[in-house]
Structures are given as C-alpha cells and as structure tokens.
C-alpha cells in the first residue's frame, strides 16, 4: 500500500511553448498543457510555483489574460541563478507548475468605480491580467489609468500594448522612466510625479499597485493624501515562499502569510505592519 | 479537583503488572511503542518494546540553559518533566520526502512514494504535549490546507496520556492553560501514584479504543483515597515557578514591536534555533530539491526549518529579517501573537523545554514580562 | 495678453496657490508670456539665466550630457516651474532645459522678482514659501530617484 501523494505539494508537467523577450533582461514564458493534463484557470494576481525539474522552485506572478484557457504566461526578469534558469528553458522543455495560489487583485470591489492601476518595474507583471479583464468587462468599470514607471525606456514592458491601452476611450496610460536619452520624449521622474496629470475621484476609485516594497509604500501614501481611502488601496506583497499553502512559515509578515492572505493585501491591512523595519 | 470518570465512576486502578500488560496488549494490536527511556544523559522518546526500558527512578532538574537527570528513591516511571524530544518528530518528522520525480522523455512523471508510517502507540503524554498536538492539529489538518504526511501519521496514533506529578524549573503550562491536567483527546490518560505498598497507576479511557485495550488488562475500581491522593499530585505539580501573563497578551506584544528589550535579548541570543527545534508546536519547514548525477530521477524533500536562520527570509538578493533582533522577535510574536490572528490560540503550551535547551539561558515567560513592565 | 489675462492665468497656476489678490496683480505685472518650439534650447549648463518660468502648456525636459550620452533626469509640464534656482542668485545652471514639445510659458526677471521681494516682504515670504513647496517636492523625487527601486537585485551570477 502506498502513501497518496501530497498532490498541492506536486508539481504538474507543463510544456514551454514559447519564451518571448520582452526586455535585455525579462523574458515572458508561455506554458502549454503537457501529457494532456489541462492547466488550472486562474484569477488576477495570483502566482504559480513554478518547478525547474532537480533545481528548484520559484514563486512567479501570472502575467496572461485570465480569459485564455489552456495557457499560462509568467514574465521573469533574470536577477540570479533560479530565475536564470527559468528563462533559459527553450520551447518543449517541461517545467512543473503548482498552482494558481493567492488572493487575487478584488475587481469586483471596483464595479462602477475608477481603475487607478500604478505599476513600478517588474509589477506591471501582475497587473496585466487585471487589465485583460477590465477590458474583457470594460461596462463594469468607469475610466482605466494605468501609470508605469520604469528604471529607463529600455525596461518598460508590454510598450505596444501599453499605447494600445492609452488609445482605448475612458482610459488614460502615462509612462516614466527615472532617466532617459535623447530618444525617450516621455515624462521622466518619479512615478508619483504623474499623478498631477489626473483628475482623481477619491470617493470612487480603486487603486492597485505593484513594484518594489519602497515604491508601493510611497505610492499608497501619496494616493492618501490626496483623498483615497486606504480600504480602496492594494498592494500586491513579496516574500520568500517555499509550500504556498500556508505551512511552512516563511512567508509571514506581520499576522499574515503572504502566500494565502495575499499576495494582495489593501494598505487598511498592511499599515501597521510595514511601518516596521525588519518585520 | 475531581478526576473522576466522564460517567460518575470511579477510575480503574492498575499495578505494575497491568502496565506491562498494556504494552502487551498495544503489542498485539499492531502499534510500535514509543515512549521515554534514559539515553545519554537525557529522557528522550524511542522504541519501547518492555516495560523495564521506561526511566523508572530517574528524575530531571531543568533550569534556564541547564538539564541534568537525577535518581530518585520512589522508583517512578513517569516522574520527571519533558524532555528535549517532542511528539512532533513522530507526527511531523523532520524529513520526508514530498514526491519523487523521474524523466519520462521531455517531460517528467510523479512516482508513488512508498514511505508509510507504522502504526504507533504514545505512552506518557504530559498534557503540555497533548496541548501542542492539539495545535498541530489546528495548524496542519483543521486550517485550509491539510498535510497529508501529518495526517496519516496521526490518525493511527493511540494515545496514552500521563497526568504529572511534579512540575520542573522551567514549566509553565498553568499559566498558558494546557495543565497540568491532560485535556483533549486520548485514548487513556495515567496517573502514577507510587507509593510505599507498591507502584499504582490510575487509569480512565478517553475513547472507544482506549476503553477495549483497558478491559483486557487487570484492574479494580480505584478507592476514593486513593483518586484523593492523585488530586493533591496534579495540585503539586500546578506550582510552577515560571509563569507568563497572557491576558491581552497578542495586543501588548503587537504593541511593542519596538521595545528596548528586544535589542536587549538579541545581545544573548545567539539565533542557534534550539528552541524552534525543541519546542512541540513550532511548524516551519523548508523543501530540497535534488537529483541524481544522470537527472533521472529528482527528489522533493520537506525538512524543518528555523526563523531563526538568516536565510529564512531571503528575497530579492537580501533578508527581509537581517538582525538576530528581527529574528527572535519574529519567533516570539508569532509563537504568542500572531498565532492568535492565524489559528485563534497561543501557540505555546509551557512546555518549558525552549528555556531549558537555549544555551544563553534565555526564558520566553522573563522575555514577556520585560517588555509588558514597559 | 494684457494684465488683466495674465491675472487670471497666474491666479489659476498651482505655483501662486495662497497668493493674496495683490501679490498675483504684482506678478501679472512683471510677467510676460512666452512661447518656445519644439527641441529649443531654453537654457544651456553654466548659463546664467536669469529668468523664472511659469509652465502653462508643452513639455521640457532637464538633461546633463556627459561623453558619448545624453540623460534626461526629469521632465516638467503644465503647472510647474522651470528655472527655481535663478530666484537665488547663485551659480548658473547645472542642467540644460529643452523643450520636447512646443512650450507656452509665463516669463519673470528674477532681479525685478528679487527687488520685489526686498521692498516687500508679505510678498517676498510668499513667494519664498511656494519656492520651498516645490524644491521641497522634487528633493523628494530626487531622492526616490536615487533609489534606483527598478535596479535588479538578486544573487549575482559568476
């Protein structure tokens, strides 16, 4: 008789279809069913495992629309040896996926209201599959913004899709780097810069964020202050994650487990915490 | 204090005769025993497989950073604190393997582990012990995700639960409400009476099995004196010397985050993990991966794991919890904090055993009270 | 525009904010409106401008050029100001300004603005106030900027 296998804890084959570059140092991977195993839909904001045969796992956010099933994509920016690995992998090699997990971005919170979406770096990752949905059911929704910093005009991602979006009615997309070159004729600065090129409606709008801790923070600060209330303010947190399920500890911050109360958490909740250095 | 059966009878009562025939009996049917037994200068848990092999006579002194064993002339088998070993490692061991993995062409396919458990009897379980599986239960089988490898192991255990007679240097479950009464769910809770005429043991069922492995070992109706005497052991071993204040305790602690006293006990600590390693509740576990040379075959492996090491909470080429100060504050708040907000309990039972094994001496409940005095 | 235009322009622009009437009247008359074309040069490193701009429309960016590039450290639109530093007297400028888009700005001697202070000191601390607000806002963005927050960090490969 044999012990069931810990099937969350198991990672399902899954083929790499395609690995698209999307900057020098990110790379978007496409997955595909393998050994007709379908894969497992998924909400905005919620992250797979994804397991390099013998090597390791990586938490990665999902970066695909919601709306396509049978496909998974994961956008990686390559910082060391695991996420090198990942992208390294060439189409038809097979990686594991445990997954979906987490809570995801709360769009129905956001019906009939304003979308602010503030993405820093790697963070419009995450938020991309929001943005699939709002246009899937754009009556739902008032106006679309989506502001974008990035480190330099070679790092912003998805910049065809991004023009796409700013050309769409109701929707208004900025994009800023921390510095450019004679070429780059957009706003430079900081990301909170952009904000005076919005009339904001702080009763009646949404904010979703994403980038480095710091930026996160600085960004919910400032949406506060001009008005927005921190229930309506979320923040899509990292940490380290070895069993996404909630059991083996390492992902805690504060009374929380990232993995399964987040990795979306509204400002209401993460304030007490986060003013703690090394919490 | 009234230890009488659930039903208005009096408890049975059984020799040292009918001990061994209990273990004979949870022989029969089918269970490994594991109890405590002198090793190294220690009372830890092993194999038990005769009577004899138990600590009979042997007694502990624990203080902060100190455990010595001691004789003692009454020849009690149960008569001494908890050891550095806990039932953790028999219900959530220290490794297992998760999956194994094999190369199937460009893809690869999950093998059928074969590693199951034996069937496994827990004789002497203090009721600190019973409190923190309790909560391992709540953790790891009753929240959202159920750990199989803890719940088949779990579900065979037959539980022989040891009401204590003394407490140690370092207990403190009275103050942390898991004892020195054993509560909860076991199969038969004992408590040793030895005494000049001869050792006796009081014995009351907790569950259907308890109640047949009890009808075929030799027993009578204990006397009134004699459930009399077992009371006044139970209050004597309610006297600790430790204790921690846990009303409001989450809110104090949540409160404190930036307390003078935690730079104060990080001086000492020395982020070893002893106490993580020690302690009956602590749950955190890592996962290796690995492979043989060829790559054919890929093994997870779940190992425990420590917040108390720097790598625990690396990310994004750094530690989130760098200082040994951020360290032990984490492992305290969540042991007596945030476990409230996750599992809607403490997650310390009083054990004392993180006192005695820290060797900088250092004592959770002094900890506790340094930070509520402001 | 004639005065009464540039008031009305000069009450709108978020530099003025908790001006008093009088002290608007007293910029519209020092102000004279401005307009650049695109990828004009307003002010080159080391120059000593001295003039104070109020932004109304179009886009400038801040540039320092070193060998072989050219960076843009910051852009500023409609609303900002452009030129703080000439309100102090000090050295020329560090950085060049150039417009990416056609530009339409409101003009102001920083001498007369300075002599205007001088003689007026209700006046002087005002404006002193909303120069502080706004080098204030970009310390900040300076020093989030410096940050390098998009910067990857991870464990380096060998």
């Known amino acids: 008789m044999s012990a069931p296998a810990v099937a969350l804890l198991t990672p399902a084959p899954a083929r790499v279809a395609a690995v698209e570059k999307e900057t020098h140092d990110t790379f978007t991977l496409t997955l595909e069913p393998a050994d007709g195993q379908p894969l497992a839909g998924f909400a905005p904001g919620q992250f797979s495992m994804l397991y390099v045969y013998g090597v390791g796992e990586l938490p990665i956010s999902i970066s695909g629309d919601p709306n396509e099933a049978g496909r998974l994509l994961y956008t990686v920016r390559s910082v060391g040896r695991a996420t090198h690995s990942l992208v390294s992998l060439r189409p038809g090699e097979v990686v594991g996926v445990r997954g979906p997990f987490g809570r995801p971005w709360p769009l129905e919170n956001a019906r009939g209201k304003d979308l602010l979406i503030v993405a820093g770096g790697i963070g419009l990752a995450p938020l991309r599959p929001a943005i699939y949905e709002i246009l899937r059911r754009r009556d739902d929704y008032v106006r679309l913004i989506v502001l974008y910093g990035a480190r330099s005009p070679k790092d912003l991602l998805f910049r065809k899709q991004l023009a796409a979006w700013g050309r769409l009615p109701d929707s208004q997309v900025l994009a800023t780097v921390d510095y450019g070159g004679t070429s780059w004729r957009g706003h430079v600065g900081v990301v909170t810069a952009l904000f005076r090129h919005l009339r904001l409606h702080p009763g009646e709008t949404v904010a979703l964020i994403c980038g480095p801790e710091i930026m996160m923070r600085i960004v919910a600060r400032q949406l506060e202050a001009r008005g927005l209330p921190d229930s309506e303010i979320y923040l899509s947190m990292e940490r380290n994650m070895k069993c996404a399920v909630g059991s083996c500890g390492h992902c805690q911050l504060g009374p929380y487990f990232v993995c399964k109360d987040g990795p979306v958490f509204s400002y209401q909740q993460l304030r007490p915490w986060v003013v703690h250095h090394e919490l | ?178 004892g020195p009464r054993v509560e909860g769910s076991f199969d038969l809770a004992l408590t040793e009476l030895p005494g000049p005429g001869g050792h006796l043991f009081l014995i009351e069922p907790g569950s259907q099995a308890g109640r047949e492995v009890l009808s075929e070992i030799d027993r009578r109706e204990a006397q009134p004196e004699e459930v009399a005497q077992a009371s006044m052991a139970l209050e004597k071993a309610a006297q600790q010397e ?74 994004h080429g750094g530690s989130v919890r760098l200082s040994v100060k951020s360290r032990y504050r984490q492992w305290l708040t969540h042991k007596l904090a945030a476990w409230v907000d996750q599992f809607g309990t403490f997650g310390c039972v009083g054990c004392g055993r993180c006192i005695t094994w820290c060797p900088a001496g250092i004592d959770i409940t002094a900890e506790v009270a340094a930070i509520r005095g402001g | 525009m004639d005065t009464k235009e540039l008031y009305e322009v000069l009450r709108q622009h978020p530099f003025l904010e908790g ?140």
């Open chain 2, 242 to 315: 430790c204790g921690l204040e846990t009303a409001d305790l989450r809110r104090m602690l949540f409160g404190n985050l930036g307390h003078p006293e935690w730079d104060l006990v990080a001086a000492r600590c020395l982020s070893c993990g002893n106490c993580t390693m020690v302690c009956p509740t602590c749950f955190c576990t890592t996962v290796e991966d690995s492979s043989d040379v060829a790559g054919a075959r890929a093994q997870r492996r779940r190992k425990w794991d420590s917040c108390f090491t720097e790598s625990f909470s690396y990310i």
């Open chain 3, 19 to 158: 001006f008093k009437p009088p002290h608007i009247q007293k910029m519209a008359e020092m102000a004279h409106e401005v307009r650049f074309a695109r990828d004009q040069i307003v002010f080159r490193e080391g120059d000593e401008c001295g003039i104070f701009y109020l932004i109304l429309e179009g886009k400038v960016a801040l540039e320092a050029s070193g060998p072989g590039r050219i960076l843009r450290i910051s852009t500023l639109g409609a609303g900002d100001e452009l030129g703080w530093s000439s309100l102090l007297a000090e050295d020329g400028k560090h950085f060049q300004a150039r417009t990416l888009e056609p530009v339409r700005a409101l003009a102001f001697d920083s001498t007369r603005l300075r002599q205007t202070c001088e003689q007026d000191h209700g006046f002087g601390y005002l404006l002193m106030r909303a120069l502080l607000r706004v080098v204030s806002q970009r310390l900040q963005a300076t020093r989030i900027q410096l940050l390098d927050l998009y910067a990857p960090r991870g464990v380096k490969l060998i």
């Open chain 2, 1 to 178: 204090m009234d230890s009488s059966h659930s039903c208005g009878r009096l408890p049975a009562a059984v020799e040292l005769s009918g001990l061994a025939q209990l273990l004979e009996c949870l022989q029969r049917r089918g269970y490994q025993i594991i109890g405590p037994t002198v090793r190294e200068g220690a009372i830890v848990l092993d194999v038990i497989e005769k009577l004899d092999e138990l600590p009979a006579g042997w007694t502990d002194r624990q203080e902060p950073g100190r455990y010595r064993l001691e004789r003692r002339d009454d020849g009690a088998l149960f008569g001494f604190a908890p050891g550095p070993h806990s039932w953790k490692q028999f219900l959530y061991p220290p490794e297992a393997t998760l999956c194994e993995l094999a190369r199937d062409g460009a893809s690869f396919k999950v093998l059928a582990t074969g590693e199951l458990p034996p069937r496994r009897a827990f004789l002497g379980v203090r009721a600190c012990d019973l409190a923190a599986i309790r909560i391992q239960d709540r953790v790891l089988v009753e929240d959202r995700f159920v750990d199989a490898v803890y719940q088949e192991r779990r579900r065979g255990v037959f539980i022989v639960a040891v009401n204590c007679t003394q407490a140690s240097g370092t207990c403190f479950c009275v103050s942390m409400g898991a």
